[in-house]
Nanobody, 122 residues
């Protein structure tokens, strides 16, 4: 059973990245998937989540209109498309799963994958 976040990298302000959260050993469709980030010297922050049933998405206000979640069931993957990136978006991004509906509380999540670094700099 494994959960792996990938797709991070260095991008200029205003640029885009697509992060992937790939599951192996279980069906990701059965779980809500949350994305969290932690920047240098900052607390971990929940930025987005997609529910298991219906695919309802929620976003923190600071990323609304710039980040978009989607599922690909065939690939057992959740994608986080990040556009119009800002320097304050720089962080390690991690994905996690929980049963039931979405939550922005990290303690509600049952299983975490390794994070991927996003750097936004000119």
């Amino acid at each position: 059973v494994q959960l792996q976040a990938s797709g991070g990298g260095l991008v200029q302000p205003g640029g885009s990245l697509r992060l992937s959260c790939v599951a192996s050993g279980f069906n990701l469709d059965y779980y809500a998937v949350g994305w969290f980030r932690q920047g240098p010297g900052k607390e971990r922050e929940g930025v987005a989540c997609i529910s298991s049933v219906g695919g309802t998405t929620i976003y923190v206000d600071s990323v609304k209109g710039r980040l978009t979640l989607s599922r690909n069931s065939d690939e057992n993957t959740v994608y986080l498309q990040m556009n119009s990136l800002k320097p304050e978006d720089a962080a390690v991004y991690s994905c996690a799963i929980m049963s039931g509906s979405c939550s922005r509380i990290s303690e509600m999540y049952d299983f975490w994958g390794r994070g991927t670094q996003v750097t936004v700099s000119s």
